[in-house]
Each structure stands twice: as C-alpha cells, then as structure tokens.
C-alpha cells in the first residue's frame, strides 16, 4: 500500500495546527469572564495604530464595539477549531474559521501591514497553513469525517 505523501503531510499540519488553536483558546479562557483583558488590548493597539489606517478603523467601528461579544467567541472559536482540527471533523470550515479569527487580529494590531507579519510564527506560516488547509484539507487520512 503506497503511502499518499501530500494527505499525510495536511494530516501533520492539521493535527499541530488543532493542537496550536486549541492551546491558544485555553490560554484565553479568562476572557470568557472578563472581557477588559481584551479591551486592554484593542486599547493599546488603538493608541499605536496611525489615525486613518485600516487598523485604526477597524478597531474604532468592529473590534471594540464588540469587545464583550469577541471575548467570549475568540476563546471558543480558537477551542472548537482545534478540536475540529485534531480530529479532523469540517477540516475546512474549521480551517478556514481559524483563518478569519487570526486574520483579524492581525488586522486589529496592525501587524498585517508590517514587515513582521511575514517573521511572526503567529503570521504567515498560521494565515497559510490554515487557508491551506480549508481549501486542501477534504478526506485527510485519520479524520473522523472523510
């Protein structure tokens, strides 16, 4: 039996990408209960962000606006991707989930427009691997759902 060397390969990236997500959505589960960690944060980055700038537009009309309700579905949506991703149920939907989610917070902190996002581990290599994955990741060897 010859072994499908690029299923495995997407099998690998899925399993660490849903270990990575499901670790990243734990270490926030103190958002569920106190929102201002994350509003903290959108402060900050708000103070940094240049007046006119997509981040600073984003954050003063989506993200902090929205703060309680990101709070509590960025903690989730992390857990349930990577959940999903492990066990490879709606791999791509999942993926492609998880792509929205870090796509904007890289947005909200201004790193999208940078120089870092392509040396951030947190950047490209998250963005690419996951829209990767949601449009590559259908029938994957050790999926619950093929």
Not at 30 to 41: E, T, V, Y
Not at 71 to 80: C, H, K, N, T
Not at 100 to 126: C, D, E, Q, R
Not at 128 to 145: D, E, I, M, W
Request: proline fraction near 3%; glycine fraction near 10%.
């Amino acid at each position: 039996m010859a072994i499908d060397r690029q299923a495995t390969g997407l099998t690998i990236i899925r399993i660490a990408l849903g270990v990575f997500f499901l670790f990243e959505g734990l270490n926030k589960y103190r958002w569920l209960m106190d929102a201002s960690i994350l509003a903290g944060r959108f402060s900050h980055w708000l103070a940094e962000a240049a007046a006119g700038s997509p981040s600073h537009w984003y954050l003063e009309h989506v993200a902090i606006p929205g703060t309680a309700v990101f709070a509590r579905l960025v903690p989730l949506g992390e857990i349930a991707a990577g959940l999903a991703l492990i066990a490879g149920v709606w791999t791509s939907l999942a993926a492609f989930l998880a792509f929205m989610m870090v796509l904007n917070i890289h947005v909200a902190s201004g790193a999208l427009f940078t120089y870092a996002i392509l040396t951030n581990g947190y950047g490209l290599p998250v963005l690419g691997a996951t829209l990767g994955l949601a449009f590559g990741g259908v029938r994957l060897p050790l999926s619950v759902r093929r």
